[in-house]
């Protein structure tokens, strides 16, 4: 009696249970899952494919960069087929994808099929658009730009920034109409730095912006002394030098040509006006003070000079801007293959002076020819107590050969020095280098950008820097080494070596890309390094690492023409056009 009385609770609970359980529904058949077949990135877009499914009258595909998509899946879609192209995706993005089969209502969808891994969208690679600003449309309050039309990449905006600060000055969107390529931008500040952005404001987030380029508008700075057309700027400088209230020089030249002879080989008025040249005597300027030149855009002033300018102590800056800087050498006043005229030359009683040091060497938008011995020449030997310094150097927007294109009179080559050449001991160039956007060309003979340096003095902690971008080098340096920093003291120097493009037109034995060569040196980024892949070109077996790939055409495909100095980019199809390499104001 007393099993039956503990049974019965136990047979009305089952029986509850079996009456809870008659209106569920029963199990409840379901697609099969779908594999998925492959998934595919290019650029901002992946395509997925999967394996078709009996009975399946769509599919539905989710990605999300979330692998367990919570809080929910960002894109999703649903379609008929077995493959689905996301597109308008972030950039540089990892993205997981899950895809199910949708049945017709007789059963159930199938259960997630969720991929393995990741994958990845492309590196965005932005359209070279804005083209680099001409000096010659750069004004005090205003400039012009310019830009390539393209129909898949459209601009609607323009921003001008001020480079210090980054203060925005001016936000246009562009009418329409407003849309040719092409846009006058008013109402800019005198002697000012500026950078401006073109954009797509209705592409995805990531890809709104295309280029920037960076100017400075026309006029004297509050400071300068302003030199008149006719003003002979060749004695003002060297009685400026002399003026021992005068501690630093700043000029801003308002005339095209400007030569720095002596008097007796100008042509001159009663009142000193240089009226035209009848010699060529030049001037050997002690460099006494530091000294800022900056021409005139519209005009592009150019200093005609015909002798060394000599470092004879420390000095805060030596900066040229806007300047052209040529050898005066011609027919009329006799040609030379000597050329022994130097924009910076260290001075043999220089040692004699302790450490020299010059915190800021630039030479900015210039044309610089005729100088074939490099444009500083260090031919003394330091000691390690009194050492030539130079904190920073700077070249930017330079084009650089022996001889000047629209010269056809004269001929003359660079000899075996370089740019900057670093021949004698503990001459200290390497704290901060950079030698961007330029052109050097007709310079077989050349030493590199740095000669031949030597061990130099170097006692900073940190490791000095060297940037060379954006330069396209033709027929320069084809014997030697284009970059050569030597064997420095640690911690050596952190170099970078991007977008820059080699080419020759005669290669005598073989071209040498270059090398950081010394054992302290670190080749920090060597990223779209091109080189024209002609005939003979060897590449130096320890110069893998500097990623120089061939264009794949020859010179005469790849550039306008060569051999009167346009390089232009007439290949727009070519990787040198579509990402930019070498010196932009030839991406037209």
Known sequence: MKKLIYLLPLVALCMVCLWGCEDDDPVVERLFRPNFVSATASENTITYSWKQIGNAVAYTIEICRNADFEPEAEFSATVTGTNYTFTGLRYNTAYYARVRAVSDGTTGDSNWTIRDGETKTETRVVPQLLQAIDTDEIGETDVTIHWTIDEANPVDSISVVKTEGSEVVREIVLAPEEMIGEYHIEGLEKSCNYTITIANTQAPEDAKTYNTQSFKTAGPPAEATVIG????????????????????????????DYYMLKDNALDLDEDGTVLGVKGKDGIEYKLTKSIRIIGNTKTK??????????LVNSLEFLEFENVNIKQYINSEVGATANGN????????????????EISSYSIKNGDLTGFTRGLFLCNQAYTEEAPLVIKKLVMDGCRYTPVDPEDKTTAIKHGGWGVFHIAK??????????????????CEEAKGLFGTPVNTSWASPAAGKVKVSNCTFFDFSTKQTLINVGNLPAPGVDITIEKCLIA???LPGGAICPSPSAANNRLVSAA????????????NNKDGDLNFVPVGLSNDELFESPSTGNFTIKAKDSDVYKKGIGDPRWIK
């Open 528 to 539: 779209d390094n091109y080189y024209v892949d002609v005939d003979g070109w060897i590449l």
């Open 301 to 310: 002033s150019t200093l005609w000079i015909r002798s060394k300018w000599t």
């Open 341 to 356: 005229f130097e924009l910076m030359n260290n001075g043999a009683d220089l040692t004699n002076n302790g450490r020299v």
């Open 425 to 442: 001991g503990y001459t200290d160039i390497w704290s901060e280098i950079s030698i961007t956007n330029s052109t050097f060309y007709n």
């Open 229 to 256: 057309v006719t003003d002979n700027f060749a004695k003002i400088l060297e009685e400026d030098l002399a003026n021992s209230l005068k501690t630093s020089l700043i000029y801003y030249l308002e005339g095209a």
């Open 504 to 506: 020759t037109a005669n």
